[in-house]
């Protein structure tokens, strides 16, 4: 995580917005585990609100392989932290798309401290459903 040289504005700032921030719905479904997650959107509406009521704006550019994301505070004050962009497949747009949503959902998710359960994480260990539920 890196940050502005001072951030005695964003921070009293941040802390009012956290105190308001709840959890994201887990409303989207994921079809290889057939499990609830809360997807971008969701994770969006539980913060945005909290954090535009108390003069924090979020950016999510892709700098390179990551998506950054920034809060930025009306004095010019920001904290900003990168997550990499993995897709499954570089030359497939859908794949890379997914790659970009998941980055900016975790990214976002992670800087406002928004819980929301895992529940798509284990697709990145590449385990086959079998395997995942069997050591429940």
């Known amino acids: 995580m890196i940050t502005s040289p001072t951030i ?8 009012k917005a956290q105190k308001e921030i ?6 989207s479904t994921n ?8 997807d971008l959107g969701s994770v969006m509406e539980a913060c945005k609100d909290a954090l ?6 979020v950016l999510q ?6 998506v950054e994301t920034i809060l930025l505070h009306v004095s010019g004050e920001w904290v900003a932290s990168s997550t990499r962009i993995v897709a499954k497949s570089e030359n497939n747009p ?11 959902r975790y990214g976002l998710q992670s800087m406002v401290f928004i819980p929301a359960e895992d529940d798509d994480g284990e ?14």
Request: hydrophobic fraction near 30%; aromatic fraction near 12%.
């Open 94 to 104: 859908q794949d890379q798309g997914s790659a970009i949503s998941y980055a900016r």
């Open 52 to 57: 535009n009521k108390n003069d924090i704006s």
């Open 22 to 27: 709840g959890a994201a719905v887990k409303e």
């Open 31 to 38: 079809p290889f585990f057939h499990s609830k997650y809360a």
């Open 123 to 136: 697709r990145s260990n590449n385990h086959k459903p079998e395997s995942y539920w069997s050591c429940l």
């Open 61 to 66: 550019p892709i700098v390179g392989d990551a």
């Open 8 to 15: 005695e504005k964003i921070a009293p700032a941040y802390l």
